[in-house]
């Protein structure tokens, strides 16, 4: 009976610290998989949410733009901004202008902003971060090779990416009408054909 009784030793000092590393090892790998879950979610929302900036920005570049007249100084347009004017008497007389343009920002890269005003000076109204490049914007006169059309267009190319300097994204590219531009003919432009 003695000997049975100093069989019953329990766990050595060895078993235990073995036991503890295996446990810490399969809990590490556990908790990785957890945390690469986790930041694959958050990138994303991140992304998601870029998306709907950007398609929320070139609905509001559509809705404004066809409405437009003229794209002001289209001769000197520069591809970082757009200024379109509007007019309330079937464009006889510009009556008010809007701009759009982007700045560069250390954070997000690139952002869009809106200002109802002939410049961009002292534009606050942010509709889109994170963009890549600055230059998203070009202007079609009617009847540009660029595409067959009537009307003068704005030509708008932007990327969106989150992950600021990495590559990839999620691209935008439209060609908007100005819908109340002056038309153009085979003979020339002329405000109606």
């Not at 000997?3 to 090892?25: N, P, Q, R, S, W």
């Not at 007249?69 to 379109?84: E, R």
């Not at 009556?95 to 410049?119: D, E, F, N, P």
């Amino acid at each position: 009976m003695i000997a049975k009784l100093a069989d019953d030793g329990g766990y050595t000092l060895i078993e235990l610290l073995l036991v503890i590393v295996i446990l810490g090892v399969v809990m590490g790998g556990i908790v990785t998989m957890f945390a690469a879950g986790i930041n694959a979610e958050a990138d994303q929302n991140r992304r998601y949410q870029a998306q709907q900036d950007g398609k929320f920005a070139l609905d509001k570049l559509r809705r404004e733009i066809h409405a437009g007249c003229t794209i002001v100084s289209p001769a000197t347009n520069t591809p970082s901004s757009v200024t379109v004017s509007f007019s309330s008497d079937g464009c006889v007389s510009v009556s008010r202008s809007v701009t759009y343009c982007t700045q560069s920002t250390v954070k997000t890269g690139y952002v869009l902003l809106r200002i109802a005003a002939t410049s961009c000076a002292g534009a606050t109204e942010k509709l889109a971060s994170y963009l890549t490049g600055g230059n998203i914007f070009s202007y079609l006169p009617p009847n540009s090779p660029a595409g067959s059309s009537s009307l003068p267009r704005v030509h708008v190319d932007m990327t969106l990416n989150r992950s600021v300097g990495k590559p990839g994204g999620y691209r935008l590219v439209d060609d908007i009408a100005l819908r109340n531009g002056p038309r153009s003919c085979a003979s020339g432009v002329l405000v109606s054909c």
